[in-house]
């Protein structure tokens, strides 16, 4: 808009200064008293000279100005001194004087269009490194936008992935997928997770110094030695579960210099997070585990063992497999309660349940099935050989020392057996309730025949 401006007052300064000379050379020549004269008039040279030095000076510039005054000077007092009239000499004083006015107007212009030119040039260079250096910042702030897009777009992925970890509650879910946020938090080097310290003298460096470790050259690095490893960078935080070491997450990598201190940080982040998920599936298997064992004894309660019968009968029916099923149950065991209490009473149940829990097979699923009752499944078992096991438990039972904390300097001793009850899975399919059914009427028998014994069900 101010350039426009400057145009139009030097084209209006130019055409005043156009028309000034044209007009006055007029007048000039009307004013001359040789007008009428036959002859070409004196006074009409000089205007018509004026104007050709003017058209001149306007096309050449401010070049030839001085030249060109000079030029006028010198003719306009050359003719003034040759006339022989003192009114041609008046006249050619006054277009003398007239034309140097003319080039004032001239040059005062033409500086005042030099100094826009100059200024609006200056300007234009000043926008222009202006323009330069938005155009640079608006290329840093787009490249500075993508990378905070894709970094949004990279903690959107993390989050998603970290409420994932929170989500898996199962420790072996929960192991790979913290290996593979690490690969994405990190963004560079292969991941494991090194569960205890065994095998591992990276493992076992992190527990005793309970600290992180960054190896930017393993084969210089004095603290260890590893034959043929497969990396020289290494980077690994300490895991824990209940505020006790339980493993490393570490990565590795074939180059030196690998892993930073920035890299580290983010590792110790994402170490806290991996703690809290492992903590997490370890509350969650130990709350599955409260669910379906009993608090006192820590055996299997009597629904899951229910679940798991049918469960076995099904696979037996189907494989044409042996399955027994045995109920064994605490003689008198009212007795140690109503005369050492019944703190000494769970210590029975207590010391009864290891004793199953260790003398029976790997294969057998023992549990709580009452209040002073186990029940046991015997896969791939027949009568016979559940009849063996149930008859050298109940005599290991029988020979078995159990004492009694009491209020006394030396714990009571007492002598516990058992009585049990034995049924076997036929061909004739029967339900859950009725097998369970048969072992109880089995156990019923052996107590009515006096009890410390083992009793097979004719059914």
Known sequence: ?????????????????????????????????????????????????????????????????????????????????????????????????????????????????????????????????????????????????????????????????????????????????????????????????????????????????????????????????????????????????????WGILKGGAARKNFFDDSDLRLLSVLGGISSLALNNAKLYQRTQELAVTDGLTGLYVQSYFKERLSEEMLRSYVHKLPLSVAILDIDFFKQVNDTYGHAAGDVVLTQIADFLRHRLRETDFVSRYGGEEFGVVMPQTDCAEAFRVIEEIRKNIETEKFFLPIESFHPVQVKVTVSSGLANLGENRVSGEEFLKNADEALYAAKNSGRNRTEISKK
């Open 1 to 245: 808009m101010q350039q426009q401006e400057t145009q139009k007052k030097i084209l209006k300064g130019i055409a005043q200064s156009i028309l000034v000379p044209v007009i006055s050379a007029v007048l000039f020549f009307v004013w001359s008293y040789n007008l009428l004269k036959p002859q070409p008039p004196k006074t009409l040279l000089f205007p018509l000279a004026s104007l050709i030095v003017t058209g001149l000076y306007f096309f050449s510039g401010p070049v030839y100005s001085g030249v060109m005054l000079a030029f006028i000077t010198v003719a306009g007092f050359l003719c003034i001194f040759l006339t022989d009239s003192n009114l041609d000499r008046i006249v050619f004083l006054a277009e003398t004087f007239w034309l140097w006015g003319l080039f004032l107007v001239f040059e005062y212009y033409q500086n005042t269009y030099d100094g826009l030119e100059n200024r609006n040039r200056e300007e234009k260079e000043v926008y222009e490194h202006r323009m330069v250096l938005l155009d640079s910042r608006i290329e840093d702030a787009k490249k500075r936008a993508a990378d905070l897009s894709q970094r949004i777009t990279n903690y959107q992925s993390l989050g998603n992935m970290v409420h994932l970890l929170g989500l898996t509650l199962e420790e072996e879910k929960t192991i790979p997928l913290i290996c593979d946020l690490a690969a994405r938090f990190i963004g560079k080097g292969t991941w494991k997770i090194k569960k205890g310290v065994q095998a591992d003298i990276f493992a076992q460096y992190i527990k005793n110094q309970q600290v992180p470790l960054i190896i930017n050259d393993l084969s210089s690095d004095n603290r260890f030695f590893v034959e043929h490893a497969k990396f020289l960078s290494l980077i690994a935080v300490p895991l824990e579960v209940n505020q006790r070491f």
